[in-house]
């Protein structure tokens, strides 16, 4: 099984994945986190081009190339041999941030992104995307707190409430993949609420 963790910056993906990865491996489940960009070595060099502050001169083309560079390195080098071996396998960020950031965000064609998302995953989909969900300022704040700033996360308050509305319409038109979650909560409560999602989607394929 194959679930991304998707969601504006700040929404806290990073701590639910390991939370969801911890409770899964107590129940006896093989798991695996990964995370996007990265998740590879030749992916870590890509990400740390993407995110440099200092890279403010990167054009739009360059980003979106990078991103699909290290995605196409990730599924197949980690994602897709994880999966054979019978893994749960947990992504922080996959395909779907690429349509809301370059896409939404920057307002990019999306018809051609998701070719390109095509192209670098060989049409790989997760089986469940959990989007945390939370106002564009409460995210950016939070990072700003945690002192975890990057390139991206310097883009406008306005780019990253472009981003937000993105992905809640990229949920309601795929509700059968999409699950969002109320991310503007205790750490607890939203995994409570990621744990319930994930049980139902697990025992809906035990019985498929």
Not at 15 to 36: I, N, W
Not at 191 to 203: G, N, P, S
């Amino acid at each position: 099984m194959f679930i991304t963790f998707e969601g504006p910056d700040g929404s806290g993906k990073s701590t639910q994945m390991k939370l969801l990865a911890d409770y899964l491996a107590g129940r006896g489940f093989p798991v695996s986190t990964t995370r996007e960009p990265g998740g590879t070595p030749i992916g870590d060099q890509i990400r740390q081009v993407l995110l440099d502050p200092a890279n403010r001169a990167m054009h739009a083309r360059t980003e979106i190339l990078l991103f699909i560079a290290s995605r196409a390195q990730h599924t197949e080098e980690v994602i897709r041999p994880r999966l054979r071996a019978g893994e749960i396998v947990l992504c922080d960020r996959y395909r779907d941030s690429t349509v809301a950031y370059q896409g939404y965000g920057q307002g990019v064609d999306r018809l051609m992104l998701e070719s390109f998302n095509d192209f670098a995953t060989g049409g790989l989909l997760p089986d469940l995307t959990l989007l945390l969900d939370l106002p564009a300022e409460i995210g950016l704040e939070r990072r700003s707190r945690a002192g975890d700033w990057n390139r991206l996360d310097a883009l406008t308050v306005a780019f990253h409430q472009r981003v937000r509305d993105g992905y809640l319409q990229l949920a309601a038109a795929h509700p059968e993949r999409w699950a969002v979650i109320d991310a503007d909560r205790e750490a607890g409560a939203v995994a409570d609420h990621v744990r319930q999602v994930v049980e139902i989607r697990l025992a809906t394929r035990k019985t498929a």
